[in-house]
């Protein structure tokens, strides 16, 4: 299985829009990802990813699309930290794809951002999948943020964690 991280191209539509489109992912991600998920919301996002590369990624298996990386730089006093985000295809999951796909997302953001010192990652407490992605590439859970998001209504606490460059 070989596991890349590359630019979004128009070709990643029809898939883009068919795994993105999936209440699973939605449950697990900020609002503003779209549900239902149409190939305009697919077209827009290919779009806006080739307009900043460095910020928003595709990940590959096998040369076929299957998820999406991105990076949230921070500003000002926070511009030493950096968001990162990352969903997976559901027919992916469970095979350590996202490890393999974070790790070498945060290899590249290394490379490509020298300011960039420390990288965070807000979860929610309910999803116990995405934190142990995290620690297994190294994510340590700096604290809990007691009822800190809200998501189909409900309030829930925010597992933030981090990794600083070593
Ligand atoms: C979270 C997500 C990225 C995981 O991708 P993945 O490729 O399945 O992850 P991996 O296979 O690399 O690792 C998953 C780990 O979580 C574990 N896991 C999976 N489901 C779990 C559960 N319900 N409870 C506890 N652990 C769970 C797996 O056993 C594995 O750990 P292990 O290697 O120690 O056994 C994927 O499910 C996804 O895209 N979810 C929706 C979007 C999302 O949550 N994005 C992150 C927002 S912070």
Redesign the pocket.
């Known amino acids: 299985m070989h596991i890349h991280i590359r630019t979004l191209i128009p070709e990643d539509e029809i898939a883009l829009a068919f795994l993105a489109n999936?209440r699973?992912?939605y449950?697990?991600?900020r609002d503003i990802f779209p549900h239902p998920y149409t190939l305009d919301h697919a077209r827009a996002w290919i779009d806006y990813g080739r307009s900043q590369p460095t910020l928003n990624a595709a990940i590959t298996v096998d040369n076929c699309f299957a998820?999406c990386v991105g990076l949230i730089p921070g500003q000002d006093i926070h511009r030493v930290s950096a968001e990162i985000?990352?969903?997976?295809?559901?027919p992916?999951?469970?095979?350590?794809?996202?490890?393999?796909?974070?790790d070498l997302w945060v290899q590249q953001i290394w490379q490509t951002f020298p300011e960039v010192h420390r990288l965070w990652?807000?979860?929610?407490a309910f999803?116990?999948?995405?934190?142990?992605?995290?620690?297994?590439v190294g994510f340590e859970k700096e604290a809990v943020l007691k009822q800190a998001m809200i998501k189909n209504q409900v309030l829930v606490d925010e597992h933030l964690y981090s990794l600083r460059r070593s």
């Open positions: 999936n699973s992912i449950d697990n991600v998820g985000g990352y969903w997976l295809g559901e992916f999951w469970g095979k350590g794809i996202m490890t393999t796909a974070l990652a807000g979860v929610f999803n116990t999948a995405s934190m142990r992605v995290l620690e297994k």
